[in-house]
């Protein structure tokens, strides 16, 4: 089944414990993003990729970083969680060429 | 700078209803439009994508339509039912980059 698969579904952790959310697909997508999901925010854009070895920052990249040393993986890492990162995160993917993103099931994330 | 809106926020119907959630965006130059669902706590699910040079898209009961000139977009649904009932999120890439914008969401329930 063609899907973006996050682990894990839910995370509590404590400040400052580093910690990586990872997203897998298996679709050869070329391009994969990272949001944060906030009440009353809505969906933000943290990171994308537009294939392997190329990141880029999205609109709240701060505190977070992320590699892509494979085609299918894009992991997500908190250096030094604080509470403000508690959030819903996603994961998503679409290959080039115009079509639309697959978003993965998502991360609950609690920082206290 | 990209702005989408969805109107309206939330809405309540009894079953059998027909409804229309709008979606409006201020960067008339998009190459696509795409409206996902979003269950409570859950994932984003693609529902339709719509290239710029397509006026409308139908799957199911569902039809979107793509307006650029005006910058609206429509999703109909026919005969709606309870299993419908969750949150609509429209959204449209930012020109020449990789960021989804989003709209807020109309949360919709639709009464048995």
């Known amino acids: 089944e063609a899907q973006v698969t996050q682990n894990p579904r839910y995370l509590i952790t404590v400040t400052g414990k580093k910690l990586t959310v990872t997203c897998s697909q298996n679709?050869?997508?070329?391009?994969m993003s990272w949001y944060r999901q906030d009440p009353g925010l809505g969906l933000r854009q943290i990171y994308y990729?537009?294939?392997?070895?190329?990141?880029d920052k999205g609109d709240v990249p701060e505190g977070y970083k992320v590699s892509r040393k494979e085609k299918r993986n894009f992991p997500l890492i908190l250096e030094s969680p604080s509470p403000n990162q508690t959030s819903l995160y996603f994961c998503?993917?679409?290959?080039?060429?115009?079509?639309?993103?697959?978003f993965g099931s998502g991360t609950r994330l609690t920082v206290v | 700078k990209q702005e989408v809106t969805q109107i309206p926020a939330a809405l309540s119907v009894p079953e059998g209803e027909n409804l229309v959630l709008n979606c409006s965006f201020t960067?008339?130059?998009?190459?696509?439009l795409q409206w996902f669902r979003q269950d409570p706590g859950k994932g984003l699910t693609s529902l339709l994508l719509?290239?710029?040079?397509?006026r409308e898209q139908t799957s199911g009961r569902l039809n979107a339509s793509l307006d650029k000139s005006s910058g609206r977009s429509t999703l109909y649904i026919a005969a709606s039912q309870p299993g419908d009932s969750a949150t609509y999120l429209c959204?449209?890439?930012?020109?020449?980059?990789?960021?989804?914008?989003f709209g807020k969401g109309t949360k919709l329930t639709v009464n048995p």
């Open positions: 990729s537009m294939n392997v070895e190329v990141t």
């Open positions: 960067d008339s130059a998009i190459y696509n």
């Open positions: 959204a449209v890439p930012k020109g020449g980059s990789e960021k989804l914008v």
């Open positions: 998503a993917s679409r290959p080039i060429g115009g079509l639309g993103y697959t």
């Open positions: 719509i290239q710029s040079s397509q």
């Open positions: 679709m050869n997508h070329e391009y």
